[in-house]
């Protein structure tokens, strides 16, 4: 099933309830625009009300919501209700009591999903994939729709789980049109800056990153690098670039509200994940006109980004290729760099939060339909 964001039209108001971690700022912004468009009774159970491992402050949660913190009473509770949902979402599982909820819910023989990133980098190869089979046999041994976040992690879900089912594309969604550039916003100096934008730990490879810049600035001499953000590989970090720090800022942890002003001092995004399920910060640099370096091994990389267009795709864990293309991405003119950041802010004019919403309707509705109908096929909206 094939639809254009403004073309599907949903006939009735449904009850919806999703399951997720926590109130992260872009679940929050999502789940707030979809109770606001009407279109869906919405409410969301969040197992916990912060991460400890997670800088995020608390954002203001504008959905009808509940934090569960392992209160058992909440979770009988919200047990007693599920009659009353029209499809339950399950966004986690890695929960000895959110899992009973999903037998629970399966049991029952009404609707229910799950909703995740592509499977497979914690538990990697056959022993990983056994251990999912038995830590979710609920999924496994049902018919229920899958939503992977991004085509990446569908194409996964898939080869796991069989044909048998619905699968719907719905990745992560942000309000984009706060990182647009003012007309009078484009970088034109003759120097260029590269950003990072996360945590500072191995998966997201920024080691390979303090490598490839210091390469880079060996023969640039007006490059210079950014990091955002914390993590345990900071002194390390500091440690690989010491020779360029006049030229490398460790600006720490930014709050949310203020990213959009970050991305504005940069030329260049440098995403080089080992591995990211999706990685809003893709679609977001993107929107804010910057060319995006990242990895094959990066959900939102693989779907917006055309290699040479709009930014570079290079394979994970090779930093010989990450090297070559932040050196290309230095090098270019003016005009050719002007092309890159027009093309970039283009590749998500279709990936807006208005676009997040529509898209989550669409595979609500979907699922209904093949609950309702016993439908299986694809939502790739």
């Not at 912004?29 to 969040?46: H, K, M, N, Q, T």
């Not at 949310?256 to 440098?270: D, E, F, K, S």
């Not at 093309?343 to 004019?349: H, Q």
């Amino acid at each position: 099933m094939n639809a254009e964001p403004g073309s599907f039209k949903f006939p009735m108001v449904r009850k919806v309830r999703v399951f997720t971690y926590i109130p992260s700022p872009y679940q929050v912004e999502l789940f707030d625009a979809i109770a606001r468009s009407g279109s869906l009774a919405l409410d969301v159970c969040y197992l916990y009300s912060a991460d400890p491992d997670r800088l995020w402050g608390m954002p203001e949660v504008g959905h009808p919501h509940v934090f569960l913190n392992d209160d058992r009473n909440l979770y009988a509770e919200v047990e007693r209700s599920f009659d009353a949902c029209e499809l339950v979402v399950f966004n986690y599982y890695q929960h000895s009591l959110l899992l009973g909820l999903i037998k629970r819910r399966e049991q029952s023989g009404k609707a229910w999903c799950f909703w995740g990133e592509r499977p497979g980098y914690r538990r990697l190869g056959r022993l990983g994939l056994l251990y999912r089979m038995l830590k979710f046999s609920s999924l496994l041994n049902s018919d229920a729709p899958i939503w992977g976040m991004g085509e990446w992690a569908v194409a996964q879900y898939r080869e796991e789980y069989g044909e048998g089912r619905l699968y719907c594309n719905v990745p992560y969604f942000s309000d984009l049109s706060r990182f647009k550039r003012g007309v009078n916003n484009h970088h034109n100096g003759a120097s260029k800056t590269f950003l990072y934008a996360g945590s500072l730990i191995h998966r997201k490879g920024v080691d390979h990153l303090a490598r490839a810049f210091s390469r880079v600035a060996d023969e640039c001499p007006g490059v210079r690098l950014k990091i955002i953000g914390e993590g345990n590989l900071r002194g390390r970090l500091e440690r690989q670039l010491a020779r360029h720090g006049d030229r490398v800022e460790f600006a720490g942890f930014q709050k949310w509200g203020v990213l959009p002003q970050i991305y504005h001092t940069a030329n260049i995004l440098c995403v080089p994940s080992r591995y990211d399920g999706w990685n809003l910060v893709v679609p977001e640099g993107l929107a804010a006109g910057l060319p995006v370096i990242s990895t094959d091994q990066t959900g939102a990389a693989l779907e917006l980004i055309k290699h040479g267009e709009n930014g570079w795709i290079v394979p994970s864990e090779d930093a010989e290729s990450l090297y070559q293309s932040m050196r290309e991405a230095a090098l270019l003119t003016q005009p050719s760099l002007t092309e890159m950041s027009m093309a970039a802010e283009t590749s998500v004019a279709r990936h807006s939060i208005t676009d997040g919403v529509e898209r989550f309707h669409q595979a609500v509705y979907a699922t209904l339909e093949a609950h309702e109908g016993g439908k299986n096929g694809d939502l790739d909206a």
